[in-house]
């Protein structure tokens, strides 16, 4: 089990060398390496769970944790069987999408601070919007690709990522928010053919405060919100 802190621009502070924007995409596409990139405590501690068993199993394998020493406000809950297997498929529903809404925003790892607080400016104009936890870009990934492999074969499996974006229109524009490559999360719009706003960092190097980069590269709440409204006004041609 690995665990790295230097998520991104998030640790600019300590200095460029600490930032690493690419390790999502190692992460995704090393095998045998299962990488997950939790927000919070209680995810973290499924994950750990989980892992410890996965590193043993005669078909497991690696587990890298990308994390970071930024401090967070935890959410006030309990998390249920159902949460905890959802975290370990990749991804679950922070807040469900409800009826028609133009909108979703999918984030993963520390950048979740900046996401709530879009959140709560984006609640009145689309009050039905989906936020969507990505605990494993990885593992929401690789599953869809085999799903998609085994469909040709006349397997009916549905992935996780699939079951998750079927509660979400498809003419809905999702943002999708990491401090990381923005390719990490932007293949979710390949899912159902949801119109994709990618945000996240394709260069590093900067030492600052971590509110002036993340304005910088379009990760603060400000940016994320005006990306919402942009993606909201996307619908297929019909």
């Keep these: 089990m690995v665990v790295a802190t230097p998520s991104g621009i998030t640790l600019a502070p300590e200095g460029g060398a600490h930032q ?17 990139e939790p927000a919070y ?51 679950y529903w922070l807040r469900r999408p409800q009826g028609s809404t133009p909108l979703a925003l999918a984030y993963a790892g520390a950048i979740a601070p900046e996401v709530m607080s879009a959140v709560n400016d984006l609640m009145e104009s689309y009050p ?34 699939e079951a998750l974006l079927s509660a979400l229109s498809v003419d809905a524009g999702i943002v999708t928010v ?31 405060d971590i509110q002036d980069l993340y304005a910088t590269h379009h990760l603060d709440a400000t940016s994320i919100v005006r990306a919402a409204h942009a993606a909201a006004g996307w619908a297929r041609p019909r």
């Design 178 to 208: 990491i401090d990381g490559h923005p390719l990490s999360l932007s293949w979710l719009g390949g899912v159902q053919r949801n119109p994709v706003h990618p945000l996240g960092v394709r260069s590093f190097g900067q030492s600052g």
């Design 128 to 161: 039905g919007l989906g936020v969507l936890a990505v605990t494993s870009p990885d593992r929401l990934y690789n599953e869809w690709c085999a799903a998609r492999e085994a469909r040709v074969d006349g397997d009916r499996h549905i992935s996780h990522v």
């Design 41 to 91: 405590a209680d995810e973290l501690s499924a994950i750990m769970r989980w892992g410890f068993e996965h590193m043993q199993a005669k078909k497991g394998g690696s587990v890298y944790l990308r994390l970071s020493t930024r401090t967070l406000d935890q959410l006030p809950r309990t998390l249920t069987a159902h949460y905890h297997a959802d975290i370990i498929a990749g991804g």
């Design 20 to 36: 690493s924007i690419h390790t999502p995409l190692i992460g995704i596409g090393q095998p045998g390496l299962a990488y997950f």
